[in-house]
């Protein structure tokens, strides 16, 4: 009862009960506003951070044509033109070209691949690495992610945020499960002697992905050498070398 009649006198001026705080009622009226308004920007926010939910069985996505207005995911195809082929994906027992700089390639089946996942929340990655090849630290913005090792061996893990930067690192065998939280830096390095393959399912039907090295050394327009060189503590020239590798 007494959560009630505090409730009635800070929000209502004309309460039998306002007397109890007869000097600091307007401060108090006005502190409860800011505390609803600060509670409903919270609940926006929580609600607005994760992919569109269904209103309906499934929302196929129209990739093409792209619509004329840019909308937050993708339009859905007309329930009664959706075919089988709108769920479906053949390719990921092939294995990725690595023939690159890092050894590695991941081959995505995002929204873009598979229609069907529109609004589901899910997506999936084949990932291929060479013999102490790597899949250079990088992260989701949009999601977390489950990795299942098929093949080989790989030394995986992901780094927490400031201001503890805590290394969190396992060695994974085939069959071994390991799980990188929600836009945190993460990689894996095959420290076999042999082709890993890993797959990994995501938490969002496009979760996107900033590889950090490509960010911070080859972003277009290029960061000033003046910021990196501070940043890193290093000569500006040592910028260069590594921007000149991007």
């Known amino acids: 009862m007494s959560v009630f009649l505090s409730l009635e006198c800070t929000l209502n001026p004309n309460s039998s ?8 009622f307007m401060k108090i009226r006005m502190a409860a506003h800011i505390l609803v308004l600060a509670l409903l920007a919270v609940t926006c926010s929580l609600t607005h951070a994760y992919d569109p939910s269904p209103l309906q069985d499934f929302c196929v996505a129209i990739l093409e044509p792209k619509p004329p207005v840019f909308v937050n995911g993708f339009l859905c195809k007309d329930p009664k033109m959706v075919q089988a082929d709108d769920f479906f994906f053949s390719g990921l027992d092939r294995p990725g070209n690595t023939s690159n700089k890092v050894r590695s390639k991941v081959t995505l089946v995002t929204v873009n691949q598979l229609p069907g996942l529109n609004t589901l929340g899910i997506s999936l990655v084949r990932i291929d690495i060479e013999p102490y090849g790597v899949n250079s630290p ?3 913005p949009r999601a977390s992610e489950i990795l299942t090792v098929i093949e080989g061996t790989l030394y995986a893990g992901f780094v927490t945020s400031n201001p503890d930067n805590r290394l969190i690192t396992k060695i994974l065998n085939k069959g071994d ?7 945190l830096i993460h990689f894996q390095f095959n420290i076999g002697k042999t082709h890993a393959v890993a797959i990994a399912s995501l938490s969002s039907q496009f979760p996107g992905v900033m590889t950090i090295s490509n960010a911070v050394f080859g972003s277009k327009p290029p960061i000033s050498d003046d910021v990196l060189a501070k940043a890193f503590h290093v000569d500006s020239k040592v ?4 921007k000149a590798q991007f």
């Open 17 to 24: 009960f306002s007397f109890l705080f007869p000097s600091g």
């Open 138 to 140: 990088h992260e989701h």
């Open 177 to 183: 499960v390991f799980v990188f939280p929600k836009g």
């Open 239 to 242: 910028i260069d070398l590594l």
